[in-house]
C-alpha cells in the first residue's frame, strides 16, 4: 500500500482559488493511476478528477473547466488547481492512487468555501 499525505486545503471566499497537492511514499508512483475525490457532508463520495499514469485527464461533470488536474513524477506528486470556487465545492478532498497493486487512500483535506 503507498501512503499519501493530501495538502493545501483551507478556508477561501466564493470566486477565489486553491491548489491541492498529494504526495506519494513510493519509488513506483509513476506506475499508479491518480485521483482527487470529494465528500461533503451527507453525501456519497464523488470523482473530481482523475490522472492516468500516461497523462490522460478526466473531470467530474461538476468541474466544468475550473479545476486542472496534474502530476510531477519526479516528486511523487499530484496537484489539484481549482479556480472559481463555489460554496458548494466545499467538502473533503482524497487523493486515492490505483492500477498498480491494490487501492490506496489519503486523509483527506478540507475545502471551505464561504464569504
Known amino acids: 500500500q503507498v501512503t499519501l499525505v493530501e495538502s493545501g486545503g483551507g478556508l477561501v471566499q466564493p470566486g477565489g482559488s486553491l491548489r491541492l497537492s498529494c504526495t506519494a511514499s513510493?519509488?513506483?508512483?509513476?506506475?499508479?493511476?491518480m485521483a482527487w475525490y470529494r465528500q461533503a457532508p451527507g453525501k456519497q463520495r464523488e470523482l473530481a478528477a482523475s490522472i492516468g499514469k500516461g497523462g490522460s485527464t478526466f473531470y467530474g461533470d461538476f468541474v466544468k473547466n475550473r479545476f486542472t488536474i496534474s502530476r510531477d513524477n519526479a516528486k511523487n506528486t499530484m496537484y489539484l488547481q481549482m479556480n472559481s470556487l463555489k460554496p458548494e465545492d466545499t467538502s473533503v478532498y482524497y487523493c486515492y492512487a490505483g492500477g498498480y497493486g491494490a487501492g490506496s487512500w489519503g486523509l483527506g483535506t478540507q475545502v471551505t468555501v464561504s464569504s
Open positions: 513510493t519509488s513506483m508512483y509513476k506506475e499508479y493511476d
